[in-house]
Every structure is written in C-alpha cells, then in structure tokens.
C-alpha cells in the first residue's frame, strides 16, 4: 500500500514558475515508475511526465523543455519543476504510481494571462 501527498500548487501569472511535489508512504517507493498527470476543466486527465525506478523520464510534447520531473528515492519523494508557465498548463495536477490505483489528492495550477 502507497500513499500519495500531492503539494506545491497555487497561481501564478504566464511565464512564472511552480515546483510540485509528491511525498510517498511506504517501503516500495524505490521500485516504482511515478507520473505526474494534469486534467484541466472539460478535459481528460493527462500524462505530462514520467519517471522510471532508475531516472529515466518521458515527458508530453505539450511540456517538453519547461518541465522537469524528479525523483529522491531517499526521501520518497518525486517532483515537477515546471517553467516558463502557460495559461494553458492551469489544472489539477496529479501524482501517480504508474501501473497502480495509487493516486495523490491533486494540487490546482493556476496560471494567469
């Protein structure tokens, strides 16, 4: 069993810059593929970006070059760096365990004109 906390959301205005993140429960956090996924209003959740057990990321095309995903399995914890912000990027934005039901609670961006 994993349990997901997801912070760091808020508003900011176009251009600016949030820092996600999630902290994780639980002993098999090392061993997992975490995602970050977003849904905006009227829209289907999406991935925006992956990282594997070992470090290897994927990300959308929508956030390639202003989003970066991290994780410190130390401290079990995974994060999005996201940059140069959109009105486009405001959703939820969420934490998963990819593979898994394991879902955080979600934290709004929202990004202003």
């Known amino acids: 069993q994993v349990q997901l906390v997801d912070s760091g959301g808020g508003l900011v205005q176009a251009g600016g810059s949030l820092r996600l993140s999630c902290a994780a429960s639980?002993?098999?956090?090392?061993?997992?593929?975490m995602g970050w996924y977003r849904q905006a209003p009227g829209k289907q959740r999406e991935l925006v970006a992956s990282?594997?057990?070992?470090?290897?990321?994927n990300y959308a095309d929508s956030v390639k070059g202003r989003f970066t995903i991290s994780r410190d399995n130390a401290k079990n914890t995974v994060a999005l760096q996201m940059n140069s912000l959109k009105p486009e990027d405001t959703a939820v934005y969420y934490c998963?365990?990819?593979?898994?039901?394991?879902w955080g609670q979600g934290t709004q961006v929202t990004v202003s004109s």
């Open positions: 998963r365990a990819i593979g898994f039901s394991y």
């Open positions: 639980g002993t098999i956090f090392g061993t997992l593929s």
């Open positions: 990282i594997t057990s070992r470090g290897s990321t």
